[in-house]
């Protein structure tokens, strides 16, 4: 987090033109004098930064190349020695006007690198340290016939009484419009409506856009319930869910999932005809690509089912422009390589469950060490997209480069408690701050950039 921390102050400083601020070597001025603004301290405290992760690097090349390491941690943080001191020429000669600022990107290019080395490192130790490799079922077939048992489906309890039989049914269909996913995917869609800003974030546009949008997350649940309700039989987490228990007539929950997707496109359609294709195809690659072709045929079903996440960043951003300008995109990147981080873990959690209703998720069909690992790889790989977008999106700036490196910081400490624990409550402790992350990182982004 050092390394990452180093990068996230990199790409604030080249926000803020730092480097016109502090122009010397190594502090600013003649190259010893102290900054007189906010810029020039920022680039001051982003070398002094530099210099403590150094001393780390060093040191942990140092400890692995002493200790008993495989050959790739080694490799890993060599790489990363070796690469800090041309990162820091870099950011010298830029400093001193000897390279043109352009350059800085190369510089930043070289402290992704810098960050992938420790990381790699770091994941291979823990798998060296806690892994067992012969953990993976020999074979999964998800349409094998010995498949455990099925769960017996507890019984609906519908009220007699008039008032609570209508609560419970609206209950029922409320549950069918998944409202947990809501506030995440909204808040997604707000992010990029605020980083696009401009004459189009008014008032109705972001109304419509979240309204439509919980309505088209409704829509998608809905189908998905109905298209699952005999797998979610088979799994304790859902057997009591409303089509699984006849509670919903299957075919009520058609006409319902349908309504919501005509509401939720009418609505989109009054911003523009772009952000309500946009809308039409997440409800459909969630409904039809992932419920029907991804979940229950590829182990790559929760990376590839990304897009479904990702898309009411491309639907914000469109809402307010009209278009799929490189901060919707690069937002959406974000979501799409967090969601394997994120959902791993309640896949690891829940594997039993999984394997009972047929599902090829990650750790049924390869093993929780190469879940966890995977769980190291995209969370890194989320940390970097994040970054990059701080660079492109000028809105953000100083509260997104602190929630993104501390709220960073809670996650991955989760995930190596998961690597040492490895029991249920670990995997939801790391569910949560996933979800904890992505969510405050996203009110930074908000706040960053309704207050430039």
């Avoid at 002094?48 to 941690?73: E, F, H, K, P, T």
């Avoid at 800090?84 to 390279?99: D, E, I, K, R, S």
Wanted: glycine content about 10%; aromatic content about 8%; proline content about 6%.
């Amino acid at each position: 987090m050092g390394a990452y921390l180093l990068l996230v102050v990199g790409t604030t400083t080249s926000l803020t033109e730092a480097t016109a601020a502090c122009s010397g070597w190594p502090a600013c001025g003649g190259g010893y004098a102290l900054p007189t603004e906010l810029a020039g301290w920022i680039a001051l405290g982003h070398r002094a930064i530099a210099m403590a992760v150094g001393v780390l690097v060093v040191v942990s090349a140092a400890l692995a190349w002493m200790g008993d390491v495989s050959r790739r941690v080694r490799v890993a943080l060599t790489v990363a020695l070796l690469l800090f001191p041309v990162q820091a020429g870099l950011g010298a000669l830029v400093a001193v006007g000897q390279l043109p600022p352009s350059v800085g990107s190369a510089h930043l290019v070289v402290g992704v690198a810098i960050f992938g080395g420790v990381l790699a490192a770091l994941a291979w130790r823990l798998e060296s340290e806690t892994g067992e490799p012969d953990d993976a079922p020999e074979s999964f077939d998800p349409g094998a016939d010995d498949l455990p048992p099925a769960e017996e489906a507890p019984e609906p309890a519908i009220p007699e009484a008039a008032l609570p039989r209508l609560r419970a049914t609206a209950g029922a269909y409320f549950r069918l419009m998944k409202p947990r996913l809501m506030w995440l995917l909204c808040l997604v869609a707000a992010a990029a409506m605020a980083l696009a800003g401009g004459p189009g974030f008014t008032p109705y546009a972001v109304a419509a856009t979240l309204v439509g949008g919980s309505l088209a997350i409704g829509a998608s649940g809905t189908f998905n319930h109905v298209l699952e309700r005999d797998v979610d039989k088979r799994m304790q987490r859902t057997s009591d869910r409303p089509l699984a228990t006849d509670l919903v007539p299957v075919p009520n929950a058609i006409v319902f999932g349908l309504l919501l997707t005509a509401a939720s496109l009418a609505l989109f359609w009054s911003i523009n005809p772009l952000t309500a294709a946009l809308g039409l195809v997440a409800i459909l690659f969630y409904s039809i690509v992932y419920t029907l072709i991804l979940k229950p045929n590829t182990v790559q079903n929760t990376v590839l089912g990304g897009a479904a996440g990702a898309l009411p960043a491309l639907i914000g951003w469109a809402a307010v422009t009209g278009t799929i300008g490189s901060g919707g995109v690069l937002l959406a990147l974000v979501i799409f390589l967090w969601t394997p981080a994120h959902f791993y873990n309640l896949a690891l959690a829940y594997r039993s469950d999984y394997e009972r209703g047929g599902f090829p998720m990650m750790p049924v069909v390869h093993g929780e060490t190469a879940t966890r690992r995977h769980i190291v790889w995209y969370l890194g790989a989320t940390l970097v997209a994040a970054a990059v977008l701080a660079v492109v999106a000028e809105p953000l700036g100083g509260l997104y480069a602190a929630v993104g490196v501390a709220l960073g910081a809670v996650f991955l400490w989760a995930v190596i408690r998961l690597h040492y624990e490895q029991t249920e409550t670990a995997a939801f402790r790391a569910f949560h701050a996933s979800n904890a992350y992505l969510g405050l990182l996203l009110f930074a982004v908000l706040f960053d950039a309704l207050l430039v």
